[in-house]
């Protein structure tokens, strides 16, 4: 049974750091791609940060120089390290994986950015 399961996400002052990870389990990770979304209180989800299996990235415009994304296939895991968080970061962050046979996602992790 595929499962992916974040954690990390918390309430953070604006300008500070968190980790998010995301374990997998039920497949390895390490042919494919991995993503990072946010996710709207309405569903919409729009995509953060991807690493594919050779580990070349992508971010969206808005986190480019601020957030990373890594994965560490030995753990099974993804991560998303967040720098200079701002109040318009704020938003349950999702991991998702597509694969031949459908798409996966998480239940998600809640990133609060207030002061």
């Known amino acids: 049974q595929v499962q992916l399961v974040e954690s990390g996400g918390a309430l953070v002052q604006p300008g500070g750091s968190l980790r998010l990870s995301c374990l997998a389990s039920?497949?390895?990770?390490?042919?494919?791609?991995m993503s990072w979304f946010r996710q709207s209180s309405w569903g919409k989800r729009d995509l953060v940060a991807l690493?594919?299996?050779?580990?070349?990235?992508y971010y969206a415009d808005s986190v480019k120089g601020r957030f990373t994304i890594s994965r560490d296939n030995a753990k099974n895991t993804v991560y998303l390290q967040m720098n200079s968080l701002k109040p318009e970061d704020t938003a349950e962050y999702v991991c998702?994986?597509?694969?031949?046979?459908?798409?996966?996602w998480g239940q998600g992790t809640q990133v609060t950015v207030s002061s």
């Open positions: 690493i594919t299996s050779s580990d070349s990235t």
């Open positions: 998702g994986v597509s694969r031949i046979d459908d798409d996966y």
């Open positions: 039920g497949f390895s990770i390490s042919p494919y791609p």
